[in-house]
Nanobody
């Protein structure tokens, strides 16, 4: 079992930046691959970015490549999502996720644990 708590969401203008943080507690952090999903109103939850176990091999959705960066810190049990050049279409609730598989799954139903989510709103 692992508990995930996100922070860092908020309101930002188009072109701005935000950094989301995810604090993990519980079972050994290094047992999980980690990542971020997002869900906009009326839309399905979608993958944003992921890291495999040991917090390597970053992967990104095409819509955020070149703008977002995922990273992690094993010593602190933390995962981060740096979001730059934000667009109104990035507006969503962002969820931290943990997966017991070696490589981070890309579909929500495959994810083992979820945080409560943090709202990101990008104004035009």
């Amino acid at each position: 079992q692992v508990q995930l708590v996100e922070s860092g969401g908020g309101l930002v203008q188009t072109g701005g930046s935000l950094r989301l943080s995810c604090a993990a507690s519980g079972r050994t952090f290094s047992s999980y691959s980690m990542g971020w999903f997002r869900q906009a109103p009326g839309k399905e939850r979608e993958l944003v970015a992921g890291l495999s176990r040991s917090l390597t091999n970053p992967s990104y959705a095409d819509s955020v490549k070149g703008r977002f960066s995922i990273s992690g810190d094993n010593a602190k049990n933390m995962v981060y999502l740096q979001m730059n050049s934000l667009k109104p279409e990035d507006t969503a609730v962002y969820y931290c996720a943990a997966d017991m598989s070696r490589y981070f799954h890309t579909r929500p139903y495959e994810i083992d644990y979820w945080g409560q989510g943090t709202q990101v709103t990008v104004s035009s």
